[in-house]
């Protein structure tokens, strides 16, 4: 989500919303079930370690191949997400497609894959699709942000006698095109580690290989896979560059796994039959529904597993706001520039390029090994990936102001002067993240913590497809409040501060 720089916000105001975020998290954190329940985690903790030191690249069998369809995953869903985003981005402000999109956006990719796997199976256009679709809708919301924050003093030089084509292109989006291009670079890092987590549902991108390693105790192997997917990420404004973006694509098309023949019947089967509630199949009109078979599906769906789930979910997601926030300020001061020395902060800032650069996914998975089932490896997951986001944005402002010379000592300057001049930004910023933090806490119930999640694979695992669908509404739908809520709380603080 775009995050317009030149929105200010009264140091005041965020630090009531600081202390309302810490007094939340107290309050709820005696209801959340963050057990460490694993026999042994230093133990586990010091093997992981011991293969890190001993990174065995070697031992992955397929690990060129799975690096490619990583990558080809990622360039070709982005490029049909921008081709689809970027026009629904010039007809935005209409209710239904901003509505469509807010939905749409709001499902996790992984999610989408497990519907698009009951038809396409372990085909690429699993992949694609689950990527591709989110990532349109979200190209059309920051696009369209990007270009009406655009100044209109352009269009008046330009003829009058000129299509509406040409001066929107010359006008608006001229003015803008750096700021698309970089948000379109950052889309492209996004999808390479949903991607990757795309393995865990079997897709053979690096996170398949990646899981089986550390399920299987093989600490090197997922060492190694883990520090190239970080160099993959770290190393992504030089090896993909935009102008490079239309040969990667032809080369994707190219070397992607060979996609299988589409079974037509089961389209139509998981159409009319998998996904339709029990009560409405093979009934032929509204007076053969069984309308309290159908009411009672629905509400045990609800009462359940819709709402429970739920529950969990904003638990999750309020205690890991806290917790990332935490790791921000902290992140932020191991890579200033005005606290350490320069190659001090280049270090801090490299274990902030890997923080951000494992998905919360991967981390809440091989924090799971370490501490068992609970909320606390998601909690700690979310924390230091959104944090370190945070902290990396953050860390890029801070570093471009310069102090006023003053007789005072450097850890002063730092308290007094840098931090009340990013902080509204960086509580900005973790606002804007907690979108994402609901959405990720959703899907961390495949792992097998009780969020919403849970449930859905769990409906997926038993074939009630009809269930799940009706638990990923559900999903979609508190994320979209979440966003809506959100936004209204920035957007009304931000009207009150211009009259």
């Given at each position: 989500m775009a995050l317009r720089q030149n929105t200010v916000y009264p140091l005041g105001y965020w630090q009531k919303v600081t202390l309302s975020i810490g007094f939340i998290a107290l309050v709820i954190i005696p209801f959340a079930d963050i057990e460490i329940v694993t026999f042994d985690p230093l133990l586990e903790l010091s093997l992981m370690a011991q293969g890190f030191i001993h990174a065995d690249?070697?031992?992955?069998?397929?690990?060129?191949?799975?690096?490619?369809?990583?990558?080809?995953?990622?360039?070709?869903?982005?490029?049909?997400?921008?081709?689809?985003?970027?026009?629904?981005?010039?007809?935005?402000?209409?209710?239904?497609?901003?509505?469509?999109?807010?939905?749409?956006?709001?499902?996790?990719?992984?999610?989408?894959?497990?519907?698009?796997?009951?038809?396409?199976?372990?085909?690429?256009?699993?992949?694609?699709?689950?990527?591709?679709?989110?990532?349109?809708?979200?190209?059309?919301?920051?696009?369209?942000?990007?270009?009406?924050?655009?100044?209109?003093?352009?269009?008046?030089?330009?003829?009058?006698?000129?299509?509406?084509?040409?001066?929107?292109?010359y006008g608006k989006i001229a003015q803008v095109l750096p700021q698309l291009i970089t948000y379109t670079r950052y889309r492209f890092e996004c999808a390479l580690r949903s991607s990757a987590v795309l393995g865990f549902i079997g897709m053979p991108t690096l996170g398949y290989y990646l899981e089986t390693a550390f399920k299987q105790?093989?600490?090197?192997?997922?060492?190694?896979?883990?520090?190239?997917?970080?160099?993959l990420i770290g190393t992504i404004r030089y090896w993909c560059p935009p102008k490079l973006l239309g040969v990667y694509l032809i080369i994707a098309c190219i070397t992607l796994v060979e996609i299988p023949t589409l079974d037509s019947s089961l389209l139509i089967r998981f159409i009319s039959q998998d996904i339709i509630p029990p009560a409405l199949v093979n009934t032929l009109s509204f007076t053969d529904v069984q309308w309290s078979l159908l009411y009672t599906w629905f509400s045990d769906i609800v009462t359940l597993q819709a709402f429970p789930g739920a529950i969990s979910t904003l638990t999750l997601a309020l205690l890991a706001l806290a917790a990332s926030h935490f790791v921000s300020l902290n992140a932020h001061a191991i890579a200033s520039k005005h606290l350490w020395p320069a190659p001090l902060a280049y270090f801090g800032q490299f274990i902030l390029l890997i923080g951000r650069s494992v998905p919360e996914y991967i981390l809440a998975f091989i924090f799971l090994i370490l501490l068992g089932p609970s909320m606390l490896p998601a909690i700690l997951a979310l924390a230091i990936h959104n944090g370190s986001v945070i902290a990396?944005?953050?860390?890029?402002?801070?570093?471009?102001?310069?102090?006023?010379?003053?007789?005072?000592?450097?850890?002063?300057?730092?308290?007094?002067?840098?931090?009340?001049?990013?902080?509204?930004?960086?509580?900005?910023?973790?606002?804007?993240?907690?979108?994402?933090?609901?959405?990720?806490?959703?899907?961390?119930?495949?792992?097998?913590?009780?969020?919403?999640?849970?449930?859905?694979?769990?409906?997926?695992?038993?074939?009630?497809?009809?269930?799940?669908?009706?638990?990923?509404?559900?999903?979609?739908?508190?994320?979209?409040?979440?966003d809506h809520i959100s936004m209204r709380l920035l957007n009304s603080h931000k009207q009150s501060l211009t009259t």
């Open positions: 690249f070697f031992a992955t069998e397929y690990l060129f191949q799975a690096i490619i369809q990583t990558l080809n995953f990622a360039i070709i869903g982005v490029s049909l997400g921008l081709l689809l985003g970027a026009p629904l981005a010039l007809i935005y402000p209409h209710p239904l497609v901003s509505g469509c999109c807010a939905f749409l956006r709001a499902i996790h990719e992984i999610f989408w894959a497990l519907l698009f796997l009951q038809v396409f199976g372990l085909s690429p256009i699993t992949g694609i699709l689950a990527i591709t679709i989110p990532f349109a809708a979200t190209f059309a919301r920051v696009f369209h942000d990007i270009i009406n924050q655009s100044s209109d003093n352009p269009l008046e030089s330009i003829d009058s006698r000129a299509d509406i084509i040409s001066r929107y292109t105790g093989n600490y090197s192997e997922g060492a190694a896979l883990l520090m190239i997917f970080i160099a990396y944005l953050t860390v890029r402002q801070s570093n471009a102001i310069a102090p006023p010379l003053m007789q005072i000592s450097t850890l002063n300057k730092f308290n007094y002067y840098i931090m009340p001049s990013i902080y509204p930004n960086m509580m900005a910023l973790l606002f804007y993240r907690f979108e994402i933090i609901v959405r990720e806490t959703a899907v961390f119930g495949i792992l097998g913590i009780m969020t919403l999640g849970f449930y859905i694979d769990s409906n997926f695992s038993e074939i009630r497809y009809s269930s799940a669908l009706i638990l990923i509404i559900c999903t979609a739908l508190l994320n979209v409040a979440i």
